[in-house]
C-alpha cells in the first residue's frame, strides 16, 4: 500500500498548483489523474497560448453564493505571484486587451513550467488512474503498508507506521491502495466532457455530506429560439460590439444584487452562428443568465441612450435634416455606422414586417424614429438555452463554499479533505480569471495541507 501525506486528486492547473505548494512544504506528494497526460485543458486554453492570469483580477470578477468567498486566497495569491514564476522560467507573454496574458508561443510553456516546478519540489504525478473509492478512516484503524507500484515516493515499514500519526484517508485505485493524511479535490467540473470531465468531484462531495450549488454550463454559446434562427442564423459569422446585461425586473435586481447573480454588464464582441450567439459579450454574461431570462443587448453603446422626448434623435440625427430622407432606407445607412451592412439590412427588413405602416411611409416621424433607437439600445431576445458543457468553457456552481474554509479550502467538517478549483462554487468571468482562481485555490490548499 502507498503511503503518502498529501494525495491529490486531479492533475490539471489548480491540481498541479496545490502540488507544487504542499512539495515545497517536504510533503510527499501524489498526484492522479484519470487522463493519460496531466493539464490536458491547460494546452487547449487561450486558443493554445493559455490565457494563464488577468493583471486586473477581483473577487468582483467572480461569481458565487458567497462572493466574499474568493477573497482571502485571491490576495494571497495574486496575478503578480503567477507572473513571477512564468517570468523565473523565461516564458516570453504579452498582453492583450482587458488585462489577459497569454504566452507568446504555447501553452505548452505554462504546462511544462507546471511539472518542472513539480519535479523539483518532489511530486509525483501517476497518469492513468482511476479512483475506486475514498475512506475517511477512524483514528484508530490503521495498518502496515508495503511497497507501491510509483517510483520515488517513500514507504514506512509496520514499525514506522505504528509509531506514526494515523493516516485519515484510503483511497482504492486502479493502480493500488494509497493511504494519505490528506486528499486534495482538483477533478474540475462538467464542462468540455471530451477531455475527460466528469462529475467525480461532485459525487465525492455529496459522499462526505458536503452541499453542492446546483451546476450549469457557464461561458457558453446561447442558442436562438426557433423564430430568431430563421430571424438571424443565415448572417452567421457576422460580429458587432454589444453590451451585455441580462434583463431583469427592478424587484429581481435588487434581491439579485446580494446573490451570485448581481448584474454585470460586457462590453465585447457579439457572434452570429448556425445556431445563435456567441463571442466574447455572450459568453461573459451567459454564466448569469438563467433558462427563461432575457437578454439585453445595446447595440449602440457608443451613443447615448434615447431621452424621454420622442423629438431628441442620437442615432438619427441626422435624418432631422430638412433635405434629408427618413425612410427605413436611410434608417438603414445610418445603421451601418453602428453594425455590419448586413445586419443593418437585417434590421430593417425585421422592423418593417413588424411595422408594416413603416415600410410604406417616404418620412418617418421622429417617434417612428426614436423606437428604433431605443430597441438599438435594448435589443431583447430570450434564448431557448445554451450548447451544454460540451461547448462550455467552465462549470458554474458547485461544492458549497460554506462548507469549506476560505483560507486553506479545507472542509468544516472532514479535517484533511480539501476542494480546490472550477469543482468549487466560484467561478470567473472569461479573460484569465478562472486560471486565477485555480492558482489562488491551489495554493491556498498546498500551503495548507
Not at 30 to 37: C, E, I, Q, S, Y
Not at 198 to 225: K, M, W
Not at 333 to 356: C, K, M, T, Y
Request: glycine share 8%; hydrophobic share 40%; charged share 20%.
Amino acid at each position: 500500500m502507498t503511503e503518502v501525506d498529501v494525495l491529490i486528486l486531479g492533475a490539471g492547473a489548480a491540481g498541479l498548483m496545490a502540488a507544487i505548494e504542499a512539495g515545497r512544504r517536504h510533503r510527499r506528494v501524489l498526484v492522479l489523474d484519470l487522463a493519460d497526460r496531466a493539464g490536458k485543458k491547460i494546452l487547449i486554453s487561450g486558443g493554445g497560448r493559455c490565457n494563464f492570469t488577468n493583471i486586473h483580477t477581483r473577487p468582483e470578477n467572480f461569481l458565487s453564493a458567497n462572493p466574499h468567498f474568493a477573497k482571502s486566497a485571491l490576495a494571497r495569491y495574486t496575478p503578480q505571484d503567477f507572473i513571477a514564476l512564468v517570468e523565473k522560467h523565461g516564458i516570453p507573454y504579452h498582453e492583450k486587451t482587458l488585462g489577459q496574458l497569454f504566452c507568446d508561443r504555447s501553452a505548452h510553456d505554462i504546462l511544462n513550467m507546471l511539472l518542472r516546478e513539480c519535479a523539483e519540489a518532489n511530486a509525483h504525478i501517476q497518469l492513468s488512474t482511476t479512483i475506486l473509492s475514498v475512506q475517511n478512516l477512524s483514528q484508530s484503524s490503521t495498518a502496515g503498508l508495503s511497497s507501491g507500484s510509483t517510483p520515488g515516493l517513500s514507504f514506512r515499514s509496520a514499525a514506522e507506521e505504528s509509531a506514526s500519526e494515523s493516516f485519515r484517508f484510503q483511497v482504492e485505485t486502479s493502480q493500488g491502495p494509497i493511504r494519505t493524511h490528506s486528499v486534495i479535490v482538483a477533478t474540475g467540473g462538467l464542462s468540455i466532457p471530451k477531455m475527460g470531465a466528469t462529475s467525480f468531484g461532485y459525487d465525492l462531495a455529496r459522499q462526505f455530506n458536503h452541499p453542492i450549488i446546483e451546476t450549469r454550463p457557464g461561458l457558453v454559446p446561447l442558442v436562438f429560439s426557433p423564430q430568431d434562427q430563421s430571424d438571424w442564423c443565415d448572417l452567421a459569422g457576422i460580429s458587432a460590439e454589444v453590451v451585455a446585461t441580462v434583463a431583469v425586473s427592478p424587484s429581481k435586481r435588487k434581491a439579485a444584487a446580494k446573490s451570485r447573480t448581481a448584474q454585470s454588464a460586457f462590453r465585447e464582441k457579439m457572434l452570429i452562428t448556425h445556431r445563435g450567439l456567441s463571442g466574447p459579450a455572450i459568453l461573459q454574461i451567459s454564466s448569469y443568465w438563467h433558462p427563461g431570462e432575457t437578454i439585453e443587448l445595446n447595440l449602440a453603446a457608443d451613443f447615448d441612450p434615447p431621452t424621454a422626448d420622442p423629438e431628441t434623435l442620437r442615432i438619427f440625427a441626422h435624418l432631422t435634416h430638412p433635405d434629408a430622407r427618413r425612410d427605413l432606407a436611410a434608417t438603414a445607412q445610418e445603421l451601418r455606422a453602428i453594425v455590419p451592412g448586413r445586419f443593418a439590412d437585417r434590421w430593417r427588413a425585421l422592423h418593417a414586417r413588424s411595422n408594416p405602416a413603416h415600410a410604406q411611409m417616404r418620412s418617418l416621424p421622429n417617434t417612428a424614429l426614436a423606437e428604433m433607437e431605443r430597441k438599438l439600445h435594448a435589443w431583447r431576445i430570450l434564448p431557448a438555452g445554451t450548447e451544454g458543457y460540451d461547448k462550455a468553457e467552465v462549470t458554474t456552481g458547485g461544492v458549497d463554499t460554506a462548507a469549506l474554509d476560505a483560507r486553506t479550502m479545507q472542509s468544516r467538517t472532514v479535517p484533511g479533505l480539501y476542494f480546490i478549483g472550477e469543482v468549487v462554487d466560484v467561478t470567473g468571468w472569461l479573460g484569465g480569471y478562472n486560471f486565477q482562481w485555480a492558482w489562488a485555490s491551489g495554493a491556498a490548499a498546498g500551503q495548507s495541507a
